[in-house]
């Protein structure tokens, strides 16, 4: 129990210090601990780890994707990320353009879905180099017809595809196109405007043009596998992965090259005056017989030979003898 002072005892102290003989005490206040704004409306709900995580995933996924769009489109492409973000649904709506190529995708086993949104500039820079020009962009933007969505439909599939791939070391997607639409706001009721979504900002260079395309996927989503986005976690399951993995997976990737193979029936030696007195229904001999082997050539090699013949209707050859070995030549 504190002791009470009695009213001669106050008397005496307040005498002591009016008349200096008790100095008065200085009370120094604490420093106060700094204050950290926190904003309400946008609440992080991704950790910096998992944000690092995010980047270094989606880094992976653009050199898968860089690889396969440049086989795809015939010439030299950059895919490269620009930024990963947290904002609002609603934010992210409001700040793609319309019209634009907005997909709506099934990230099934996860419950929910993502969006991927395809830039403009980049949608007819791949539709001018797929239709035979150089990449090049329209300087007015315009919805897609059919026909276009058609072929950017296949550039989709091989964004899955890396997708896929990158997302393997932490759960195994299989990713599937719900619907796409050209105007964005008729998927604004798709979330609540306050989700906090994560978005993945890609930049891919075609020859001197250049597009985005970005990958929006909402919190709620990766909640289930939220635990798994840790750096360590991550790290450990990348280490922990059998190198033959590694190896099929690159093994797929070259199976999916294109090689020219070619079957010679035979060949003939003109002299020019020949080749110049050639006239309808001619015939020329060729050394080899009809009854010998034929060589079978891929990428210039001779690899096989066969027999020629037709199936269903096509001209076709029957391969009776390997003699390339493997294909360590074609490195």
């Given amino acids: 129990m504190a002791e009470i002072l009695s009213q001669s005892e106050i008397d005496s102290l307040l005498n002591a210090l009016s008349s200096g003989t008790i100095e008065e005490d200085v009370h120094v206040s604490e420093p106060t601990k700094g204050v950290k704004v926190y904003d309400f409306k946008h609440p992080d709900r991704f950790s910096k780890d998992q944000t690092r995580s995010l980047q270094m995933l989606h880094e992976h996924f653009s050199r898968l994707f860089s690889t396969s769009l440049s086989t795809y489109l015939r010439t030299i492409t950059e895919v490269k990320l620009v930024s990963v973000d947290q904002l609002s649904y609603d934010e992210f709506i409001r700040s793609i353009p319309n019209p634009t190529c907005v997909n709506l995708i099934d990230m099934n086993p996860l419950d929910g879905n993502a969006l991927l949104e395809v830039s403009p500039s980049l949608t007819f820079a791949i539709i001018d180099r797929l239709m035979g020009g150089k990449g090049q962009t329209f ?41 796409t639409e050209t105007n964005p706001q008729l998927f604004l009721q798709l979330f609540l405007p306050t989700e906090m979504v994560i978005l993945m900002t890609m930049e891919v260079n075609i020859g001197e043009s250049s597009g985005t395309f970005c990958i929006c996927i909402p919190y709620v989503v990766l909640e289930p596998v939220a635990n798994k986005l840790s750096s360590r976690s991550w790290f450990s399951g990348r280490k922990a992965g059998d190198d033959s993995k590694k190896g099929g997976a690159m093994e797929s990737h070259i199976k999916k090259v294109d090689l020219p193979l070619t079957a010679y029936l035979g060949g003939a030696k003109l002299k020019i005056s020949e080749i110049l007195s050639l006239e309808l229904n001619d015939v020329v001999q060729l050394e080899t017989r009809k009854d010998e082997e034929i060589e079978i050539e891929v990428s210039g090699k001779t690899m096989y030979r066969g027999r020629p013949g037709t199936h269903r209707n096509h001209r076709a050859f029957k391969v009776t003898e390997v003699v390339g070995g493997d294909m360590g030549w074609l490195s």
Avoid: D, H
């Avoid at 017809?145 to 950017?152: D, M, N």
């Fill in 139 to 179: 300087r007015k933007n315009r919805e897609i017809t059919e026909i276009e969505q058609s072929i950017i439909l296949k550039i989709i599939e091989r964004i899955f595809e890396g997708l896929e791939e990158a997302w393997a070391g932490v759960v195994k997607l299989n990713l599937a196109l719900k619907s």
